[in-house]
């Protein structure tokens, strides 16, 4: 279903859309839109990437994302591909970071 906010192929971390509710549970400003990660587990390739809990997800693999599908699917064509890692653009406290995730077989 398209609301499952949890996929295995994600890495490593959970991926949600940007609630009131979420925004203000990771002190972000009420108006807050976008993809936020929820989760990371410790130890997966999203933790060794250095994505933290709170990470609004802008960009994945220089591809703008709007929803959690996107970024399942274009992990998926990097995996296809045979790519080593994806790069991640995420906001952290304001500041826009790019993060190099491991792919992983």
């Known amino acids: 279903s398209k ?3 949890v ?3 994600m890495l490593g971390m959970t991926i949600r859309p ?3 509710e979420i925004a203000q549970q990771f002190g972000l400003d009420r108006s807050t839109t976008g993809l936020i990660v929820t989760e990371v587990e410790v ?3 999203a933790a060794r990437g250095g994505i933290l ?9 220089k591809t703008p994302v709007e929803t959690v599908e996107q970024i399942s699917d274009l992990i998926d064509e990097a995996r296809d591909r045979a790519s080593r890692s994806i790069v991640l653009r ?4 304001g500041n826009p970071q790019f993060l ?4 992983g077989e």
């Open 53 to 61: 809990a709170g990470d609004l997800v802008l960009e994945v693999g």
């Open 90 to 93: 995420v906001m952290r406290a």
């Open 3 to 5: 609301n499952k906010p």
């Open 43 to 45: 130890g997966g390739a």
């Open 100 to 103: 190099a995730v491991e792919i």
């Open 18 to 20: 940007v609630t009131g």
């Open 7 to 9: 996929s295995n192929d």
